[in-house]
Every structure is written in structure tokens, then in C-alpha cells.
């Protein structure tokens, strides 16, 4: 079977106005996407949708209503083909404090919400939308998913509970959701990125040299990852029709230490 073919689809990218995500919708675009940028991020969001000819939709991930306005824009732009879920957040905080306080919980569900509910919500409503569609080819192939998980699902680091435990629910879902969507023709795989070059890690000189010296715990090469060459994957996980229900680390072999 040859790749998936993307021309004349739609795709929805969370998170797209940052980062992997907006590499993704890059990467996408390219392969005759019309891309839905779904983010918080308005200014952001609209000038990279408006580069790619695709439309920004205002999105909180872990909204249904906001889901489901995503969906039905993508849809009105061609049948709907992939999801990337890359909207994210990070927090650091330990389980006890220093001064033996826990942490308070409303911080740790709101991790869980975004980054995990918030996957399970954009991933269902795309799915139900890419039920609906005619197959592409004679597997009977409709479109396929790509969440984005963490090296942190696995060797989650000091103060990483919160955001380890959003990451590996991740990992835990994709198996059983590729079964559930199997019998609609839909892939679903994970990305486990590891260190990847991003406005996460902030802008300056300062962030720079912090770069540089966390690339210098990378296996090979010694260096953060592009979200150019973390897209390179998530194109992978959606026009190869037999990748299915995997979870891939892309990470230049890191494997984090406890701090
Ligand atoms: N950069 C890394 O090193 C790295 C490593 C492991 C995992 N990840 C994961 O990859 C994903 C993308 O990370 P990134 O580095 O590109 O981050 P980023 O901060 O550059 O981009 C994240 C985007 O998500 C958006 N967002 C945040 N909360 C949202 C919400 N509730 N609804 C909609 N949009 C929301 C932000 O506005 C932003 O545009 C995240 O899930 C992150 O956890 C990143």
C-alpha cells in the first residue's frame, strides 16, 4: 500500500501555534493539508495558519464545545485525515515540598486536564468526524492520530509527578483507542520526544547556553532535537498505513536521570 495520500484532506494540529506542533502544521501543509491551528494561542496561532492557508480555531484542548468547533472546521475544508496533539503544559513540582507540604492537587488535575483529558477529548470528537468519511484505500484506511507523550512517561524526572502521570496515561491509552478505532479504519500512535528545541526552553542568550549544556546529556547526537526532525516522525505515524498503536521515542537515546 503506498503512503497516505493528503492532498485535499484536512488535519487539525493542537498546540500549533508553538513548537512541534507548529512544525507538524508545517509539515503537513506541505503534504496538500489544509491545516486547523487549535490553540490558546490567538496572535501566534492566526499568523501561522494564515502562512499555511489554513485557519486558526481558538481551542482549549480539554473543552468540548472548543473540540467540536476544530472538528467542524476541518471538516468544511476537506474530509478530516489527521489529528496531531500537541498542545501541552509543563510543571515542576514535587509530591512534598521541602518543607514536607503536598502539593496541591487542584495543580496536579489541572495537568492531568490539559494534557491528558484534553488528548482523550480532540482525539474522540477527530475520530467520530473521520468515522464519517469515505476510505482511502482498500484497507479501508480513514486517518490517523499522533499524540504527543514525553520521554517523562518513562524516566520521569524530581518534580515531573504531575506532568509523568498526564504523559503515561498517554502511552496507556494508545493501545486500547487504536483497538476501539481499528474497526473505523483509524490509526493511532505516540510520540515520546525526548529534549526537542522549542520556545519552551524560552529565548536569550541565557536559554541558549541552558541548551546547550542539556544537549551534552543526549546519547548521539549531542545536541537538542529540531521539532523539524520530531515532524519528520509524526508525518511518518500518519502516511504510513501500516504503523499503528505504537508508542515511538525520538530522543537521540537520552534516558533522563532522576534530576
Ligand atoms: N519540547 C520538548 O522538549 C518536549 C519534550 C517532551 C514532550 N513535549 C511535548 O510536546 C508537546 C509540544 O511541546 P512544545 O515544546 O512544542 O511546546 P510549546 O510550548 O512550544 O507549544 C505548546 C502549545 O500548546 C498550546 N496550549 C497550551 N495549553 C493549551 C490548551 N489547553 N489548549 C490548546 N492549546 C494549548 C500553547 O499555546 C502552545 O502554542 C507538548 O505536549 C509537550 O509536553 C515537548
Same mark, same amino acid.
Given at each position: 500500500?503506498?503512503?497516505?495520500?493528503?492532498?485535499?484532506?484536512?488535519?487539525?494540529?493542537?498546540?500549533?501555534?508553538?513548537?512541534?506542533?507548529?512544525?507538524?502544521?508545517?509539515?503537513?501543509?506541505?503534504?496538500?493539508?489544509?491545516?486547523?491551528? #487549535?490553540?490558546?494561542?490567538?496572535?501566534? !496561532? &492566526?499568523?501561522?495558519? =494564515?502562512?499555511?492557508? *489554513?485557519?486558526? +480555531?481558538?481551542?482549549?484542548?480539554?473543552?468540548?464545545?472548543?473540540?467540536?468547533?476544530?472538528?467542524?472546521?476541518?471538516?468544511?475544508?476537506?474530509?478530516?485525515?489527521?489529528?496531531?496533539?500537541?498542545?501541552?503544559?509543563?510543571?515542576?513540582?514535587?509530591?512534598?515540598?521541602?518543607?514536607?507540604?503536598?502539593?496541591?492537587?487542584?495543580?496536579?488535575?489541572?495537568?492531568?486536564?490539559?494534557?491528558?483529558?484534553?488528548?482523550?477529548?480532540?482525539?474522540?470528537?477527530?475520530?467520530?468526524?473521520?468515522?464519517?468519511?469515505?476510505?482511502?484505500?482498500?484497507?479501508?484506511?480513514?486517518?490517523?492520530?499522533?499524540?504527543?507523550?514525553?520521554? #517523562?512517561?518513562?524516566?520521569?524526572?524530581? !518534580? &515531573?509527578?504531575?506532568? =509523568?502521570?498526564?504523559? *503515561?496515561?498517554? +502511552?496507556?491509552?494508545?493501545?486500547?483507542?487504536?483497538?476501539?478505532?481499528?474497526?473505523?479504519?483509524?490509526?493511532?500512535?505516540?510520540?515520546?520526544?525526548?529534549?526537542?528545541?522549542?520556545?519552551?526552553?524560552?529565548?536569550?542568550?541565557?536559554?541558549?547556553?541552558?541548551?546547550?549544556?542539556?544537549?551534552?546529556?543526549?546519547?548521539?547526537?549531542?545536541?537538542?532535537?529540531?521539532?523539524?526532525?520530531?515532524?519528520?516522525?509524526?508525518?511518518?505515524?500518519?502516511?504510513?498505513?501500516?504503523?499503528?498503536?505504537?508508542?515511538?521515542?525520538?530522543?537521540?537515546?537520552?534516558?533522563?536521570?532522576?534530576?
Amino acid at each position: 500500500m503506498p503512503r497516505m495520500n493528503l492532498e485535499g484532506s484536512s488535519s487539525i494540529v493542537t498546540g500549533g501555534a508553538s513548537g512541534i506542533g507548529e512544525a507538524s502544521a508545517r509539515q503537513l501543509a506541505a503534504a496538500g493539508s489544509r491545516v486547523v491551528i #487549535a490553540d490558546l494561542n490567538e496572535a501566534r !496561532g &492566526q499568523a501561522v495558519a =494564515s502562512e499555511l492557508g *489554513g485557519l486558526f +480555531v481558538k481551542c482549549d484542548v480539554s473543552s468540548t464545545e472548543d473540540a467540536d468547533s476544530a472538528v467542524a472546521a476541518a471538516s468544511e475544508m476537506g474530509p478530516l485525515r489527521a489529528l496531531v496533539n500537541s498542545a501541552g503544559i509543563g510543571f515542576a513540582g514535587r509530591t512534598i515540598d521541602r518543607n514536607n507540604v503536598p502539593m496541591d492537587l487542584d495543580r496536579f488535575s489541572f495537568v492531568l486536564k490539559v494534557n491528558l483529558i484534553g488528548t482523550f477529548n480532540m482525539l474522540s470528537r477527530s475520530a467520530a468526524a473521520m468515522a464519517q468519511t469515505d476510505p482511502v484505500d482498500d484497507d479501508g484506511s480513514r486517518g490517523a492520530i499522533v499524540n504527543m507523550a514525553s520521554a #517523562a512517561a518513562f524516566d520521569g524526572q524530581i !518534580g &515531573q509527578c504531575a506532568y =509523568s502521570a498526564s504523559k *503515561g496515561g498517554v +502511552v496507556g491509552m494508545t493501545l486500547p483507542i487504536a483497538r476501539d478505532l481499528s474497526a473505523v479504519g483509524v490509526r493511532v500512535n505516540t510520540i515520546a520526544p525526548g529534549l526537542i528545541d522549542t520556545p519552551i526552553y524560552g529565548e536569550g542568550e541565557a536559554s541558549e547556553a541552558f541548551k546547550t549544556h542539556l544537549g551534552q546529556s543526549v546519547l548521539f547526537p549531542k545536541r537538542l532535537g529540531t521539532g523539524e526532525e520530531l515532524a519528520f516522525t509524526v508525518m511518518e505515524c500518519i502516511t504510513n498505513p501500516y504503523l499503528n498503536a505504537e508508542t515511538i521515542r525520538l530522543d537521540g537515546g537520552i534516558r533522563m536521570p532522576p534530576k
